[in-house]
Nanobody
Framework: QVQLVESGGGLVQPGGSLRLSCAASGFTFSNYDMNWVRQAPGKGLEWVSDINYNGGTTAYADSVKGRFTISRDNSKNTVYLQMNSLKPEDTAVYYC?????WGQGTQVTVSS
C-alpha cells in the first residue's frame, strides 16, 4: 500500500523557519520524483517544488525560490522541504506527492 505521511508543520512567526518531512512507504521510493504542493485557505493547489528520483535535479515555484530547499534521503525513504524566511502568504496546507499518491497534508501557519 502506497503511503505518504507529512510532518513538521506548525505556527511560526514571519521570518522564521520550518522543515517539513514526508515519509514514504509501499513503493520503491528511489525510483520516483517527488513534489511538494500547497493549498492556501480558499485557494487552489499550488505546486511548490519537485526533486528527481536521485536528488540531482530540483525545481521551485518563483514564489519560494531562494527561500525553500527540497531534498531527499533515499536511505530513509523521506523527502524534505526546508522553509526559511517564511511569509504570511506561505500559510497553507502542504502536501507531498509522488508515485500517484498524496499525503494527508501538514498545516503551516505564518503569523505574528
Amino acid at each position: 500500500q502506497v503511503q505518504l505521511v507529512e510532518s513538521g508543520g506548525g505556527l511560526v512567526q514571519p521570518g522564521g523557519s520550518l522543515r517539513l518531512s514526508c515519509a514514504a512507504s509501499g513503493f520503491t521510493f528511489s525510483n520516483y520524483d517527488m513534489n511538494w504542493v500547497r493549498q492556501a485557505p480558499g485557494k487552489g493547489l499550488e505546486w511548490v517544488s519537485d526533486i528527481n528520483y536521485n536528488g540531482g535535479t530540483t525545481a521551485y515555484a518563483d514564489s519560494v525560490k531562494g527561500r525553500f530547499t527540497i531534498s531527499r534521503d533515499n536511505s530513509k525513504n523521506t523527502v524534505y522541504l526546508q522553509m526559511n524566511s517564511l511569509k504570511p502568504e506561505d500559510t497553507a496546507v502542504y502536501y507531498c506527492n509522488g508515485a500517484g499518491a498524496w499525503g494527508q497534508g501538514t498545516q503551516v501557519t505564518v503569523s505574528s
